[in-house]
């Protein structure tokens, strides 16, 4: 049981630093520290985080023709702002894909969101409930940011999208997973409603919340892994969601793991949201660096803020 396959989908638009820059008022130099890739993925005119999805679960079910009356399941994980209220983006998805008889939902829990609607489908599928089960992951967190804010550390998010499916069959085992919410953060970020878009706004900048993400990291990693009966040096790879690199690089250093058991693609484009692991997948897999066996870490942490481990083996 677990991941059988995965696609990615990825939005026509780029913006760049010097795009930023001039919108903020940072300079070039400063941007390039939050976004190293010199530019990033955004959703032109008349794309939409839905649409690059379904895009991402047609490629994917494309390579998987999987009877579409036996996907019993789908899933749409991100961070709740779809772009249209009071919608579901799973239910628009399953009827422009023509999948009939599942049940369709959304699943909220920002960047965390798409490794919990994963565990959620595995459980499913694992259950009997199911024979297959499709989570899509997706957001537009590009449009979310104001860059006359100034609020420096959200200028690297970047919209693309994940769509992944759930079988017997699988690819990657879907072994366990912890996840845990400090609601004392709940106020650092949140949404307003500013000439009838949503813009994220900050909240009052309490102190700790980057040793928040390490100590979270790294005792969910050690939860997890001793629910396996397994240990740090058993790991293959620990992907974690690129929301900021100093983050990454920290938690692989309180776990004693070399940067060679990561993908860090920072330079590439900017934060994807919950698609960020399996774009670093997608990499593993093209350069020949992922084998059978492997046992994969993946962290993932969402505004609110929760933190989630998952453990995956390649069959």
Same mark, same amino acid.
């Given at each position: 049981?677990?991941?059988?396959?995965? /696609?990615?989908?990825? #939005?026509? !638009?780029?913006?760049?630093?010097?795009?930023?820059?001039?919108?903020?008022?940072? +300079?070039?130099?400063?941007?390039? %520290? =939050?976004? #190293?890739?010199?530019?990033?993925?955004?959703? /032109?005119?008349?794309? @939409?985080?839905?649409?690059?999805?379904?895009?991402?679960?047609?490629?994917?079910?494309?390579?998987? &023709?999987? &009877?579409? *009356?036996?996907?019993?399941?789908?899933?749409?994980?991100?961070?709740?702002?779809?772009? +249209? #209220?009071?919608?579901? &983006?799973?239910?628009?998805?399953? %009827?422009?894909?023509?999948? /009939?008889?599942?049940?369709?939902?959304?699943?909220?829990?920002?960047?965390? /969101?798409?490794?919990?609607?994963?565990?959620?489908?595995?459980?499913?599928?694992?259950?009997?409930?199911?024979?297959?089960?499709?989570? =899509?992951?997706?957001?537009?967190?590009?449009?979310?940011?104001?860059?006359? @804010?100034?609020? =420096?550390?959200?200028?690297?998010?970047?919209?693309?999208?994940?769509?992944?499916?759930?079988?017997?069959?699988?690819?990657? *085992?879907?072994l366990g997973a912890a996840h845990h919410t400090d609601p004392q953060w709940v106020d650092s970020y949140y949404g307003e409603i500013k000439e009838g878009r949503v813009k994220v706004e900050r909240g009052e900048k309490l102190d700790g919340l980057g040793e928040a993400f390490l100590d979270n990291f790294t005792a969910l990693t050690h939860k997890v892994l001793g629910g396996l009966g397994q240990e740090v040096a058993d790991v293959s790879y620990f992907l974690v969601t690129h929301g900021n690199q100093d983050t990454h690089r920290k938690y692989l250093a309180a776990?004693?793991?070399? +940067?060679?058991?990561?993908?860090? %693609?920072?330079?590439?484009?900017?934060?994807?949201?919950?698609?960020? &692991?399996?774009?670093?997948?997608?990499?593993?897999?093209?350069?020949?660096?992922?084998?059978?066996?492997?046992?994969? =870490?993946?962290? @993932?942490?969402?505004?609110?803020?929760?933190? !989630?481990? +998952?453990?995956?083996?390649? @069959?």
């Amino acid at each position: 049981m677990g991941i059988a396959d995965y /696609a990615l989908a990825m #939005p026509s !638009g780029k913006l760049s630093v010097n795009d930023v820059s001039r919108e903020s008022g940072y +300079t070039v130099e400063k941007l390039g %520290q =939050i976004l #190293p890739s010199g530019k990033f993925s955004v959703l /032109a005119e008349g794309e @939409t985080s839905w649409g690059l999805g379904r895009d991402a679960a047609a490629r994917l079910l494309a390579r998987n &023709p999987v &009877p579409l *009356e036996e996907i019993g399941l789908v899933l749409y994980a991100g961070s709740s702002e779809w772009g +249209t #209220p009071f919608w579901s &983006p799973a239910a628009k998805i399953a %009827q422009e894909l023509g999948i /009939a008889d599942a049940h369709c939902f959304e699943v909220s829990n920002f960047c965390n /969101a798409g490794m919990v609607a994963v565990k959620l489908a595995d459980d499913q599928v694992r259950a009997g409930a199911h024979k297959h089960a499709l989570v =899509i992951i997706s957001d537009r967190l590009s449009q979310l940011v104001e860059y006359g @804010t100034r609020y =420096i550390e959200l200028f690297n998010f970047a919209d693309g999208a994940a769509a992944v499916l759930i079988s017997a069959d699988a690819k990657y *085992e879907v072994l366990g997973a912890a996840h845990h919410t400090d609601p004392q953060w709940v106020d650092s970020y949140y949404g307003e409603i500013k000439e009838g878009r949503v813009k994220v706004e900050r909240g009052e900048k309490l102190d700790g919340l980057g040793e928040a993400f390490l100590d979270n990291f790294t005792a969910l990693t050690h939860k997890v892994l001793g629910g396996l009966g397994q240990e740090v040096a058993d790991v293959s790879y620990f992907l974690v969601t690129h929301g900021n690199q100093d983050t990454h690089r920290k938690y692989l250093a309180a776990l004693g793991v070399d +940067t060679s058991r990561s993908v860090f %693609q920072y330079d590439l484009d900017g934060h994807l949201g919950g698609a960020d &692991p399996f774009l670093a997948l997608e990499e593993l897999e093209r350069d020949g660096r992922i084998e059978s066996g492997d046992l994969v =870490i993946v962290a @993932t942490a969402g505004s609110g803020f929760t933190w !989630g481990v +998952t453990a995956i083996r390649r @069959t």
